[in-house]
T-cell receptor, first 112, second 113 residues
Framework: AQSVTQLDSQVPVFEEAPVELRCNYS??????LFWYVQYPNQGLQLLLK??????LVKGINGFEAEFNKSQTSFHLRKPSVHISDTAEYFC??????????FGAGTTVTVRA | DVKVTQSSRYLVKRTGEKVFLECVQD?????MFWYRQDPGLGLRLIYF???????EKGDIPEGYSVSREKKERFSLILESASTNQTSMYLC????????????FGPGTRLTVL
């Protein structure tokens, strides 16, 4: 079984500043890792995913994440945020079945 | 583009009522999922289905049942709604590979009074 811990529940950040959202996972098998974003009053949308290969994964809207197997982490970063990045972000992991395990979410609030 | 639609965005029901939440996907996906989303808990899997008429319990199936009579449609049923089932319900679908992306509907916010 897999589990996911998102280390920050709330991240306030100023516009054009960088942001990092931290995610750690635990699993006894090889994993696939995902970051989803949920804008207000909407469903979840995939930002990026790590399946194999290069540990640096680039996604939509300028986001990227780095898979670190030794630290069992998959942190999400963006070098310069916009007001429109205000949303809730979820880290998720799947193993050798079809189920995704989600973290509790991180709410990012971008201020002008 | 994959589209996952849910029958209602907002729903208000009374304790003890039978509630049906409908989900339809238009991309011929084999797998469909129902989650509930609560603040501070993230998304928790209620049930999923990997084929027509096939279903498996997720992490929190108590108080819920599901039905999948057609490939594109997956229904969540609350047999007798209770106030602790007030939540946001999200449907998702994906193809058959482990690495495929899950696509989510917009959600149904259910309030049970």
């Amino acid at each position: 079984a897999q589990s996911v811990t998102q280390l920050d529940s709330q991240v306030p950040v100023f516009e054009e500043a960088p942001v990092e959202l931290r995610c750690n996972y635990s699993s006894s098998v090889s994993v696939y890792l995902f970051w989803y974003v949920q804008y207000p009053n909407q469903g979840l949308q995939l930002l990026l995913k790590y399946l194999s290969g290069s540990t640096l994964v680039k996604g939509i809207n300028g986001f990227e994440a780095e898979f670190n197997k030794s630290q069992t982490s998959f942190h999400l970063r963006k070098p310069s945020v916009h007001i429109s990045d205000t949303a809730e972000y979820f880290c998720a992991v799947s193993g050798n079945d079809y189920k995704l395990s989600f973290g509790a979410g991180t709410t990012v609030t971008v201020r002008a | 583009d994959v589209k996952v639609t849910q029958s209602s965005r907002y729903l208000v029901k009374r304790t003890g009522e039978k509630v049906f939440l409908e989900c339809v996907q238009d991309m011929d996906h084999e797998n469909m999922f129902w989650y509930r989303q609560d603040p501070g808990l993230g998304l928790r899997l209620i049930y999923f289905s990997y084929d027509v008429k096939m279903k498996e319990k997720g992490d929190i199936p108590e108080g819920y049942s599901v039905s999948r009579e057609k490939k594109e449609r997956f229904s969540l049923i609350l047999e007798s709604a209770s106030t602790n089932q007030t939540s946001m319900y999200l449907c998702a679908s994906k193809r058959g590979l482990l690495t495929d992306t899950q696509y989510f509907g917009p959600g149904t916010r259910l309030t049970v009074l």
